[in-house]
């Protein structure tokens, strides 16, 4: 896991070879992405890492896991997200989805064997996805420029600024036991990827450059949940059935 400080130094890393790399960028830059060389290069990097580990290694534990095993590892690590959507929608002063999150998570640790089961849901306890870096754009921080994360994806600025302070906050991180801690986190990566095995399946079919398809997805979803955000205004819920995470 990365720390704080460690964090710090590959954003400026990154943010140093986009502004070497960006006169490259031409006349026809898209505007929202001054880095784009650079993060092609990123994106290029991360799907080789993908096609040559990730991949291969999510598509052996979709086909040999039981469905309700995997289903239950979904829904532990669910159930640890809950705990910072419940923050942030609390420093969003939005106290009707951190009650709720919060509730989902003290329903499901307590009744649902540490998150395996998801009982919240069973009950109709509505789960809001919530991140920091989407906190941060309701208080008004700009995204900023586009940017791909080694490994992590796409991202902007703002959102890994957003995503460096959740790693630090991580609960899988803060176990103690090193060999547990691991192998946690290996298992939420390989559980992740094997959640999108469908959707990059049709995005590489469908894409005929899956870099601009997926930088244009990503911020165009990324700009809807701001305004989502933003159109509720301070402590008011969102309209009945609306989820801000899709």
Not at 36 to 52: I, K, L, M, Y
Not at 134 to 163: E, H, N
Not at 235 to 242: C, F, R, S, Y
């Amino acid at each position: 896991m990365f720390t704080k400080p460690s964090f710090r130094n590959l954003l400026a890393v990154l943010l140093l070879g986009g502004v070497l790399s960006g006169c490259a960028s031409g006349p026809n830059a898209n505007p929202r992405d001054p880095l784009e060389p650079f993060n092609r290069g990123v994106s290029r990097f991360n799907d080789a890492v993908d096609g040559a580990v990730l991949k291969p290694v999510a598509t052996v534990y979709r086909d040999v896991t039981p469905d309700p095993v995997r289903t239950g590892v979904s829904n532990f690590f669910g159930n640890l997200r809950d705990v910072w959507s419940a923050i942030n929608a609390t420093l969003q002063l939005r106290p009707l989805e951190a009650s709720e999150n919060a509730l989902r998570f003290g329903v499901n640790t307590v009744f649902g064997l540490g998150g395996v089961l998801d009982i919240a849901s069973e009950m109709g306890i509505q789960r809001t996805a919530l991140d920091f870096g989407q906190t941060l754009g309701r208080w008004g921080i700009p995204a900023g420029p586009y940017l791909v994360l080694p490994l992590f994806g796409p991202s902007s600025v703002r959102d890994a600024a957003g995503f460096g302070v959740e790693l630090r906050g991580d609960l899988v991180g803060h176990f103690d036991n090193i060999p547990t801690r691991n192998s946690l986190t290996a298992l939420r990566v390989v559980d992740t990827r094997a959640n999108l095995l469908r959707a990059s399946a049709m995005l590489e079919g469908a894409a005929l450059d899956k870099y601009s398809f997926t930088r244009d997805f990503y911020l165009q979803r990324r700009q809807n949940q701001i305004e989502s955000l933003i159109d509720l205004g301070i402590g008011l819920p969102p309209a009945e059935g609306k989820d801000i995470s899709q």
